[in-house]
């Protein structure tokens, strides 16, 4: 009988009663910035969730673009998400170790671009499971290759051109999820950039503003949109969702999926490829 995701999250006790479920596949998503010191696999490699892969948003991503972790054609994503494992029909459980800003949020949108529904986000990651003394393992998992299909949707993704158009008409709203500082142009960026501030009428909404801090999880439906009416976003215009390299962004977009919206669209490139070009037009605060 074939598993039903109950929707673009999962809990903790939901994943532990359908962990023997064949048709069930995790994605360990930890991605850490160089900066760290760290990486996601030797993460992985310490301990995970029973059964889980590790899925590496900078191997499986377009090699020709400098950009950090930039969407890859579908075919090469088809091919890398087969070798992983998960096929057709699959229900995809994907988590991090930071409530899904690094990466689990975006691998979730990564699916959904590519025309998978099937996917949800473990609330709480990691953090979570461990803290409930939920199973983790440390044994290495060689999964059966699988054939996997995807074709684009570009409805979800925005390109600096297409960005540089909005900013002139002001079309879809620009909600972008970095912290106070970056946004305002008071802090440096995570990735080299030749400038720092937001895209002129972005609106800032720290992606931390949407996770209960005690237990790494998304906030209810209410506090979501409580949080996004103080920010000054209207839910019934388009919206496009930025950060530093298109993975906290993704936690906004999800939580606005939770509630309704769900056809948010996510600027790939963000401030790793705005501020680093010279036409593009940035604000800052005075």
Known sequence: MSTVLPGPL?????LADHLSAPDVKILDCTWLHESSNMDGRTQYRGRHLPGSVHFDIDAVADK?????HMLPPAAEFAK??????IGDGDKVIVYDRMCGGAAAARVWWMFRTFGYQDVAMLDGGYGKWVKEKLPSDMSPVRPEPKTFTASLNPALVRSL???L???GSGTEQVIDARGPAKFAGSQDDVFPVKKKGHIPGAINLPWGDLIVE???ELVQPDAIKARLAAAGVDLAKPIVVSCASGTIACVVMLAL???GKTDVALYDGSWAEWGL??????AAAA
Not at 277 to 282: A, R
């Open 257 to 259: 999926y939770l509630i």
């Open 165 to 167: 158009a909005n900013v």
């Open 161 to 163: 051109d297409q960005m």
């Open 214 to 216: 005690e237990s790494g």
């Open 277 to 282: 070009k010279d036409e593009t037009p940035i």
């Open 10 to 14: 999962v809990s903790t006790q939901w």
């Open 80 to 85: 890398k998400v087969g070798l992983l494992g």
């Open 64 to 68: 020709t673009n400098p950009l950090p």
